[in-house]
């Protein structure tokens, strides 16, 4: 791979579309982007098809080919959802995401859980961050809550609850109030993994 130098995020933005593979940017380094095992892109898949089934019309959820920037740095979530009409589908990226998702493996979570929290909390749209373990049935929300992200760790409910991105969800048949409820099972379809762990204390992370 080409090697850049100190670059800045719009120099390796100009750089990266002239290259075949994928890169992320981050605190001035050009990281190639590596393809997850086939365990890590089920359950990125499960993810998309659950979520899917769950949004309103004019929202959709996408892949590990959907870029999203930040004011200095670039990155390739395995999941993003966006409702935001500036988001067209004619665009290489979304600026505007509600939700974004990563699946955990044993080299990204400590980047997942750390760098990329602190950089997808920066961006004013996203409500909410999913984070779904490979590795074991664990699954985490960093939820915005005014000012502060709350999270709580891990769930146990037999669905996951993304309260704080109902702007995306239709409305149920039982309550007729939107809501995106993904069953806990259907993020781990087909995947032989270990039990759940005994949920945690929520605790605030503060701005």
């Known amino acids: 791979m080409e090697s850049l130098r100190a670059p800045t995020l ?6 990266e579309n002239g290259q075949d593979g994928k890169h992320e940017f981050t605190d001035g380094e050009v990281i190639a982007f590596a393809g997850g095992t ?6 990125a ?6 979520l899917r089934t769950t949004l309103r019309a004019g929202c959709r959820a996408t892949g590990s080919d959907t870029k999203i920037i930040g004011s200095s ?5 395995d999941v993003v959802v966006t409702c935001d009409e500036r988001d067209t589908l ?3 990226h979304v600026a505007h995401p509600t939700l974004i998702a990563e699946v955990l493996s044993e080299g990204t979570h400590g980047i997942d859980r750390e760098d990329k929290l602190d950089e997808y909390r920066s961006l004013s749209s996203l409500r909410e961050y999913l984070l779904v373990d ?9 939820r915005r809550s005014g000012d502060e992200w709350v999270i709580s760790l891990p769930i146990r409910e037999e669905a996951v609850h993304l309260r704080a991105s109902t702007s995306c969800c239709r409305s149920t048949r039982s309550t007729g109030t939107p809501a995106c409820n ?4 259907r993020l781990y379809s087909r995947i032989n993994s270990p039990t759940r762990l005994r949920t945690g204390t929520p605790y605030v992370l503060h701005s």
């Not at 086939?38 to 359950?43: D, G, P, Q, S, V």
């Not at 898949?45 to 659950?50: D, F, R, Y």
């Not at 740095?73 to 979530?77: I, K, N, V």
């Not at 993904?182 to 099972?185: E, G, K, N």
């Open 10 to 15: 719009a120099e390796f933005l100009v750089w």
């Open 38 to 43: 086939n365990r890590h892109n089920l359950i």
């Open 45 to 50: 898949a499960n993810v998309i098809s659950g």
């Open 73 to 77: 740095w670039s990155r390739y979530p």
């Open 90 to 92: 004619d665009l290489a």
């Open 134 to 142: 490979s590795r074991r049935r664990w699954i985490q929300i960093v």
């Open 182 to 185: 993904v069953r806990y099972c």
